[in-house]
Structure formats: C-alpha cells, structure tokens
C-alpha cells in the first residue's frame, strides 16, 4: 500500500481526509498530531481512538510545545512581534513547527505522500505546502478538501454513509488554542462592524481584584515569576492561568492573508500580550536608542516572513542571530499590575539600567558636562538647519 502521513486534528475535514484517502484511494494512512500546547492528554486520547477507527493505520502525537517555544515563540519575545501592532501571531507561528514536525515524520518512516485538510481559501494551505516542498520536494502532496472543493455538508454525508456519525454540529465560534494565545472565529470576524460577544472567549471574567505579579528576565526570556524560576514554557503558561482568570488579553485582528484577501480574526493572549509589552518595556530602560530602532524593523520583519510562511528562507536565522545578540544586558525584574480586561506596567529593576548612570537626571541636572559645552554641542547640531534655511531661504 502507498504510505501517507495526514495532518491530523480530529476536526470534521481531517477526519473526512482520513476515511477518504484509507477507503476510497487504497492509503496506508499515519495520522499525525503535533501538540503546540493546545491539546490535553484526555483530548490527544479520543483523537487517537477516531483516527483508528477512521482507518488510519497508525496515529501518532508529537509533543512539540518546547520545540515550539524555541524555534519560534522566544524570537517573537526577543523581537516584540505583535503583528499591525495588534496580534501576537499566535496561530501562524505554531502552523510552521506543526508542518515542520509533520515533514520529518514522514521522511522518518519512508511515507511517499502527505496530506492536509486545508481549503483553497486560507493562509495555512500556504504554510503547510511551502514547508513541506522545501524539505521534502520528493513527497507528494495530497490536499482533497482543497482539490474536490468540497462543502462540509458533503463531508458529513461521505462519512455518514460510512458509518461514521460523530456529531459535526457546527459551533457558533471556531477556538484555536495553543501556547501562545488562541484565536475565535464566528459569524461577527467575518464583517468589518461586529465585535465578538464576551461569551465567544474561553476564559470568561473570574479575578476583579486587582493584584501584583513580577516576571524575571534573563537575557530576554521569561525565567521566573514572583521569584520562583522555571522553564520559559512552563512561566508562559503559570502567566496564562493567572492573567486570563481578569480576562486579559482580548483583541480582534485586522490583517492581510498571505493570498491577497483581507480578513479579522479574534483572539484571547493573555500572556503572550503581557510578556511581550513588559518584555518590551525592559528593552526600553537596557538598550541604546538605535538598537531600540533596529530591532523594531527586524522583529516586524521577521513577524511578516513567519506568517507568510517563510521561515525557512535563511534570512529568518540571521534575523534571530541579530535579536539573541540584543538580548545580552535584557535581564532584570518587570512589575506588573492585573486588572479585569486590562493590565499595567508599573516598573523595572535591572543592573543595566540606563536611567541608573551618573550623568544627570533627566530635565534636572547635569554633571558630566558644563553649560558652555551644551551651548557649543546644541550650536554644532544646529548647522545642517542653519545651511538649509540660508540656502533655500525657508522660514515656513
């Protein structure tokens, strides 16, 4: 039989995929699941009994939340990426480990094909495809939802008529959930006017009164929270289950998909939004203005090339050998207030302070220099100003 390994998530079109591509195309399908950190042991158990009974001949869970956390989340830290200044690319950026983890699976057990459930009309078609061509160009490729175009009615009246009856009922809201956020999909993403209801985000409003928390850095990433130290991961979820509980972390994102088409998103990042925006401040009272600068065009280019599917193209390493290297004097404590829906950054305590130095305060006083060398140094930086208005005469 032809070997296949199927992404797989248990959802109505990878299950279509995994009957369809065993029964009617002769497959000798591996279902695939790569955990991102969205997944519980109790759900990773049913998914494995469904792909069975599907007729998949193997199923397999990849733990990939490290992986994840590593290859891509402490560069999206480091970077500050929040993409249109809104969304931490929570989604996208676990697509990429997913198709990478899926790949290697493949080439390890000798597969000739890989398939995915993706339709024709969305970005991870796109990440899924680019990734697996790249490190595998040999595998072939198999996508029937995309290439049948067909409509989920279709799906559940193949399945059904095959004996499988698992209730499809649609959901009012589609929940994505990984270590770095989760996004909601429903009927309101799809206009431009409506806000998501609060009843659409999975954690609802459980903490009003306020309280205080203190994440540590060391070098950029996140080593402990209130002093008690801990893997990055394991500190992003602790800060996840504290924050979200003040249903922190709620936005909707507006952005263009890699095919061309505008489209809204909502999501729920608690911590990821937290982190980034404390991480960010920490960066502010360490780092020179001009490597504040650089690093802000980096991090948002290196965010653009990760949703658009191109991490693998080797600017995205030197882009990350860029941002480690910022990260050196990244180290000190960020405090922080919880708030229902909102959260504040109150300070920083790090050794490499800047605001520390012994120069002056600032708007106060001075002691590394006199008066009449402010005077000359403001007299100095003036020129170009004084040559443009004399030559060209412009006093507007």
Not at 62 to 75: G, H, L, M, Q, R
Not at 239 to 260: C, F, N, P, Q, W
Not at 268 to 286: N, R, S
Request: a negative charge.
């Amino acid at each position: 039989m032809k070997k296949l390994v199927l992404a797989y998530s248990g959802g109505l079109d990878t299950s279509y995929c995994a009957k369809y591509l065993s029964k009617d195309q002769g497959f000798e399908v591996h279902a695939v699941s790569v955990n991102t950190g969205g997944f519980s042991d109790e759900e990773i158990a049913t998914i494995n009994s469904k792909a069975l009974e599907l007729g998949a001949t193997t199923y397999t869970s990849i733990n990939a939340v490290k992986t994840f956390y590593e290859k891509v989340v402490k560069y999206l830290i480091f970077g500050n990426v929040l993409k249109n200044n809104t969304y931490p690319l929570s989604v996208s950026a676990e697509r990429i480990v997913q198709a990478i983890e899926i790949v290697n699976y493949a080439k390890k057990i000798g597969a000739k094909y890989i398939a995915h459930g993706s339709t024709g009309a969305g970005n991870d078609q796109v990440r899924f495809d680019m990734i697996f061509q790249i490190i595998a160009p040999e595998i072939e490729i198999i996508t029937p939802i995309r290439d049948n175009k067909l409509s989920r009615e279709y799906e559940i009246e193949y399945l059904q008529k095959n004996g499988v009856d698992y209730p499809w009922n649609k959901a009012k809201y589609s929940i994505n959930k990984g270590l770095w956020g989760t996004s909601v999909g429903g009927e309101e993403t799809l206009t431009s006017n409506l806000p998501l209801p609060d009843s659409a985000y999975p954690s609802q409003l459980q903490e009003k009164n306020p309280s205080e928390v203190t994440l540590t850095f060391e070098k950029g990433e996140l080593v402990a929270i209130d002093g008690k130290k801990d893997h990055p991961v394991a500190n992003i979820e602790k800060l996840e289950a504290m924050a979200s509980k003040y249903a922190i972390g709620r936005d909707i994102h507006v952005g263009d998909t890699i095919i061309g088409i505008k489209g809204r998103v909502g999501f729920e990042a608690a911590a990821a939004l937290i982190i980034i925006k404390a991480h960010h401040l920490l960066e502010k009272h360490t780092l020179s203005k001009w490597q504040q600068y650089q690093k802000e065009q980096q991090g948002n280019f290196y965010g653009m090339l990760l949703h658009e599917g191109n991490y693998l193209d080797e600017v995205m390493r030197n882009i990350e050998a860029f941002l480690t290297d910022t990260q050196k004097n990244v180290s000190g404590d960020v405090f922080v207030s919880l708030y229902p829906f909102q959260f504040r950054l109150n300070g920083i305590s790090s050794e490499h302070d800047l605001m520390n130095a012994s120069f002056g305060s600032y708007g106060e006083m001075h002691k590394g220099w006199t008066a009449d060398e402010a005077k000359g140094f403001i007299k100095i930086i003036s020129n170009a100003g004084k040559i443009y208005n004399h030559v060209n005469h412009n006093n507007d």
